[in-house]
């Protein structure tokens, strides 16, 4: 199946696995939360217990480094108001705090062009996250 859209979500290289792993959930979170149409339908086994949905489609992982980082981040941001284009974004802040209400605070408290970006997650037309993403290599 080919999608018009796409999920993908860039990671800072210097990361420790843990730090990746703990990025990727909470942008992707972002992602699942706000995009209509995105989470498929519940699952159910062959005993019928019920699961949640998840999304209902491939969510591709990406690294660089913070320049790349910030390049994407700025272009996300950049196209975001001229397409159908989400972004969630997560900073080196976020790693010392333990609650929405001061994620967000922390968020708040640096202006667009000084976040630490740890990662970010973007979702739109795949052309757009593909311009989004130049220069990033897949995660391995």
């Not at 999920?7 to 843990?18: C, E, G, H, N």
């Not at 699952?43 to 699961?51: F, I, L, P, S, V």
Request: with cysteine.
């Amino acid at each position: 199946m080919t999608f018009t859209t796409k999920i993908a979500v860039l990671l800072r290289d210097d990361l420790p696995t843990w730090q990746r792993l703990n990025v990727t959930a909470f942008v992707i979170s972002g992602i699942a939360g706000t995009g209509p149409g995105l989470l498929g339908e519940a699952y159910e086994d062959a005993d019928g217990t019920r699961y949640l949905p998840m999304l209902g489609q491939p969510v591709m992982i990406f690294e660089g480094d913070a320049a790349l980082l910030r390049q994407a981040h700025a272009r996300a941001v950049s196209r975001a108001s001229d397409q159908a284009l989400a972004c969630a974004i997560f900073t080196d802040e976020l790693f010392g705090t333990g609650n929405d209400e001061d994620n967000r605070a922390a968020v708040r408290a640096v202006p667009r062009d000084a976040l630490s970006l740890a990662g970010l997650a973007v979702h739109g037309p795949r052309n757009a996250v593909d311009k989004i993403l130049k220069g990033a290599r897949l995660h391995g």
